[in-house]
């Protein structure tokens, strides 16, 4: 069957199965949506957010985009983060990299690539500030894994520089923001422990709000 038609069959099949369990399955989940998570990940086919953590539908808030980027005027990035943080209360904020992100190694090419130049420019941006590090690796796919871990740590950080984040945790203590990586090889998710706290304090000597 052509993979098209093949959908409706599968979605079909998707929503027996969930009935089967628990037959008031979609109707509760039709009254509202109470997500622990906010996942910021890549639009690589390959990285199903819900499906590598292993959660239901109404589990984890999904915002992804190529190379997983937080930036400050991205409207789109911004209002789901604010929206998660303050409506949805999520305790955790995710921003999961990958191995063998296409849009990571683009931006370690110097080619012209359109539409795609300004966006990579952050990953760019991420390769000039840890430059000294990353030179300094002679290996080229262990420079370009070393990088991949490194977008992700500067996108929890532009998280954590936003006002709704730093507000949110003052007064409640949620979320907490992680950076992780997904290793496309094995199926395993990595968590590389970013320290929150740490980087909370020192971005709020320069990013800080006064909370009441
Ligand atoms: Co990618």
């Known amino acids: 069957m052509e993979l ?34 906010l996942f910021i990940g890549c639009a690589d086919s390959r990285v199903p957010a819900s499906e590598v953590m292993g959660l239901k539908p109404g589990q984890a808030f999904v915002h992804r985009n190529v190379a997983n980027i937080v930036v400050n005027t991205d409207l789109n990035a911004q209002a789901v983060i604010q929206y998660a943080v303050e409506q949805l209360g999520v305790r955790h904020v995710v921003v999961c990299g990958h191995y063998g992100c296409g ?6 090419q110097s080619q012209d690539l359109g539409q795609l130049n300004g966006w990579l420019r952050e990953v760019r941006d991420v390769y000039r500030l840890h430059a000294a590090e990353l030179n300094a690796i002679t290996d080229d796919e262990a420079r370009y894994r070393r990088l991949i871990e490194l977008n992700v740590q500067e996108q929890c950080i532009n998280v954590i520089k936003t ?6 945790y003052l007064k409640t203590g949620y979320p907490t923001v992680h950076g992780w990586v997904y290793d496309l090889h094995n199926g395993r ?11 909370l304090a020192g971005i709020r000597e320069i990013y800080h709000l006064e909370v009441d």
């Open 163 to 168: 006002s709704w984040v730093q507000k949110m």
């Open 4 to 37: 098209y038609k093949q959908v409706f069959e599968n979605n079909r099949k998707w929503a027996e199965e969930h009935l089967k369990d628990d037959p008031n399955f979609f109707e509760e989940l039709a009254k509202g949506q109470d997500p622990e998570f």
């Open 103 to 108: 849009g990571v190694a683009a931006a370690m």
């Open 189 to 199: 998710l990595i968590d590389l422990e970013i320290p929150f706290e740490e980087k």
